[in-house]
């Protein structure tokens, strides 16, 4: 499912908001791509045969995937596209936002060892393989005319003096290199160093407004941000990376941002994933893997190993039987009506309706033409039968019927029915059972939960028609919410309520 280290996953249970919220799924970004990873809130980056791409997780194509070879991780905001040359030089493309803004720089620029921005300044090499700065808008900052150069931290840069190479390479240990250094500020103004230090060949970056250099000499001091002398002949124990590089590829080790699920999760049948919500099934399982939903969107695989992104919407897909509505040719036998009810997001989508059984096989295409209710007639099976609707490769609704109509077709709803507590702190409410199939159904109800009268009943609710029983909130004293449990049959439902005590 998800591998990721030290993930810290907070589960928003907001029952009561969105548990009575009847919501179903489509495709935001169709299964197309070879993965998809989400980078920042609204952004996925897309892999296919031909490269790395970006697009919006509705589905908006920020940078194709035969653009770019390779994105970078956000930083600062801020992530950056290249592509490769036949020198296997990376060349800047573009600059992306949080947001899915591209920025193209003009000029042609190239990325070094530092793929990312600090303190809003990027830095690239040219054609010469001169090294200089980018600002976040993408205008040169800072001209390309130094042999190598280094993150910005606490508003100065290292910068190498010696003779830039043609690719922009830097190779060998800078702590022994015998090429000069200095510093430059954000506008390239270099800082004028102690004259009692002379050139370094060295620096770290700056830290609490201070910085160890290495002078001609081989003696190490330690100097300010004005370029002043703090310390001479300082020993540091200079053990680090030198490079001090954020990797291209994922996120700098030990670090993850915080997912938050706030919506259906993820089920698993017969070695298929779909999706449920509480007690209720929002997908069949169909998916080769899947991910939870987080702020409404959720990566899916299909079973020919292309993904997608899935998008939560509001509305249910419901289907319903309707008998004698159609004319048969054949004797004794009966017609049906697949009555399809579908959330306005389906409005303009064909679907595909499929009615399979023991001894029944049909498919219909229903055209969007606009409507939210479509038809589909076919002949009675004479023993149960199974409706599935997919809609752009997606099972958007999967139901049981039998020869009169739909099986398990009961729906629940509750509320409280005073707005406050007796003089006794108790406070009534009520849980209404509705038969959306076309014949009786006969259900055992329990109802339970922490201060509420147990209540254990069985029920005969009429095609079309609903039932009710009643329950009590016992030791209502403050303003709550209190959740009951509801039982039936085979079915388990939570439902949460709002109490109030007599006195507030």
Request: proline share 4%.
């Amino acid at each position: 499912m998800i591998g990721i280290k030290r993930i810290l996953i907070f589960i928003c249970l907001t029952l009561c908001a969105l548990g009575l919220r009847a919501q179903s799924v489509k495709w935001s970004v169709p299964p197309e791509y070879e993965s998809l990873e989400q980078v920042t809130e609204k952004l996925y980056k897309v892999t296919t045969v031909k490269g790395v791409g970006l697009v919006t997780r509705d589905g908006k194509v920020v940078i194709e995937p035969e653009e770019v070879d390779k994105i970078t991780i956000f930083s600062e905001g801020l992530a950056v596209a290249m592509k490769a040359d036949k020198n296997k030089n990376y060349r800047l493309v573009g600059i992306v936002s949080e947001d899915g803004d591209l920025l193209v720089p003009p000029g042609e620029y190239y990325i070094g060892d530092y793929p990312f921005f600090s303190e809003g300044m990027f830095p690239v090499f040219n054609k010469k393989g001169a090294y200089g700065f980018l600002d976040k808008e993408g205008s040169l900052a800072v001209d390309c005319k130094y042999s190598a150069v280094h993150p910005f931290c606490q508003g100065y840069a290292l910068v190498g003096l010696g003779k830039p190479s043609k690719n922009g390479s830097v190779s060998g240990d800078p702590l022994n290199s015998k090429d000069p250094v200095t510093y430059v500020d954000r506008n390239g103004v270099e800082i004028s160093l102690d004259k009692s230090i002379g050139k370094i060949t060295f620096g770290t970056s700056f830290y609490n407004d201070e910085a160890v250099v290495k002078t001609k000499s081989g003696s190490f001091a330690t100097i300010g941000t004005n370029g002043q002398l703090v310390q001479l002949d300082v020993k540091p124990n200079l053990k680090f990376d030198w490079k001090y590089r954020l990797s291209d590829e994922k996120q700098p080790e030990g670090y993850q941002e915080p997912i938050v699920i706030d919506g259906p999760t993820t089920f698993q049948d017969n070695g298929k994933y779909g999706y449920i919500k509480g007690s209720r099934r929002i997908l069949a399982a169909q998916f080769e893997d899947a991910h939870p939903f987080i702020d409404g969107y959720a990566v899916a695989t299909v079973s020919s190993g292309a993904t997608g992104i899935l998008k939560l919407i509001d509305g249910e897909v419901t289907c319903s039987l309707e008998r004698g509505s159609v004319a048969v040719a054949e004797k004794g036998k009966e017609g049906v009506a697949a009555v399809v009810t579908l959330p306005p997001e389906f409005k303009d989508d064909d679907i595909n309706v499929r009615c399979f059984g023991e001894d029944h096989n049909s498919q219909f295409t229903l055209r969007g033409d606009g409507t939210t209710k479509r038809t589909a007639q076919y002949v009675l099976p004479s023993s149960k039968h199974n409706v599935e609707i997919t809609c752009n490769g997606l099972v958007i609704y999967s139901g049981e019927f039998d020869a009169l109509g739909g099986v398990g077709s009961i729906t629940v709803a509750a509320a409280t029915t005073a707005n406050r507590a007796n003089q006794n702190d108790e406070q009534p409410f009520v849980v209404t059972f509705t038969n959306t199939g076309k014949q009786d159904t006969k259900i055992t109800v329990s109802i339970s939960g922490a201060n509420v009268s147990a209540k254990k009943a069985t029920l005969t609710v009429k095609a079309g028609q609903k039932a009710r029983i009643s329950g009590t909130f016992l030791k209502v004293t403050k303003t709550e919410y209190r959740k009951i449990t509801i039982t039936y049959d085979d079915e388990t439902v939570s439902k949460s309520l709002q109490v109030k005590p007599i006195f507030d």
